[in-house]
């Protein structure tokens, strides 16, 4: 088992929370430059973010459908960050988690990371009943991914620095889908988009699921939590 730090950060805004990021990691990446020999994995960050649009490295601004003055009608801001993927919205009742940690205290490679990642959401899912899965050509977890009504439910977008990694991925819980309106999701125009209170047809204990996606991290990863 690595030893990783918890951190719930709760609701916080998505630029503090960046440059909160971005300190995690350099320190991360000063301890395995100096080769430090303790079990010592890195940090795992939950959080809620206020209403948020942000755009990957390699996404497209014609994807945010909205223009400035209706971001501020909407309460919303738009970043511009250094993950990769497309556009993607966070809000209230969004669980997003950002593991800073050094893949190589894991063993473990850039797509396995990912891989784990998805095996998280998927293992949660699980245990509401929920069978979802990848879809082929597109990052996230999906329901009925193999059909036409395919609709995401997690999306994914990290960036690795120097086998440090950031950002992670935000899981619909009792998230307000409406705000997906004003965006092509990842970059897609013919996908729906889904949370889990949604599919249950009601509001969902956010503090139950959280605790359930920290368990499944500490399996999935054999992570020991400080």
Request: with cysteine; glycine share 8%; net charge neutral.
């Amino acid at each position: 088992m690595v030893n990783v730090k918890f951190i719930d950060l709760g609701l916080k805004d998505y630029k503090d929370t960046w440059e909160y990021q971005e300190t995690l990691l350099e320190e991360v990446q000063t301890q395995r430059k100096t080769g430090s020999k303790s079990n010592f994995g890195g940090y795992l960050l939950f959080v809620e973010h206020p209403h948020v649009y942000t755009l990957g490295k390699s996404g497209e601004i014609s994807n945010l459908l909205i223009s400035e003055n209706f971001l501020e009608q909407i309460g919303a801001k738009f970043y511009k960050i250094d993950r990769g993927g497309d556009i993607t919205y966070h809000g209230p009742g969004q669980l997003v988690c950002y593991p800073i940690i050094n893949l190589e205290k894991f063993n473990i490679g850039i797509r396995e990371y990912i891989e784990k990642l998805e095996d998280v959401v998927i293992n949660t899912l699980l245990c509401f009943e929920i069978k979802a899965g990848r879809q082929a050509g597109a990052t996230g977890i999906w329901l009925n991914e193999q059909n036409p009504q395919a609709r995401k439910i997690c999306a994914i977008g990290v960036r690795v620095s120097r086998f440090v990694t950031m950002h992670g991925f935000a899981f619909n819980i009792n998230t307000d889908l409406r705000y997906y309106s004003y965006i092509n999701p990842c970059g897609f125009q013919d996908k729906g988009v889904t949370s889990l209170s949604g599919e249950l047809k009601q509001e969902v204990n956010f503090n139950k699921v959280q605790q359930i996606v920290k368990e499944n991290f500490s399996e999935v990863f054999k992570m020991n939590f400080e």
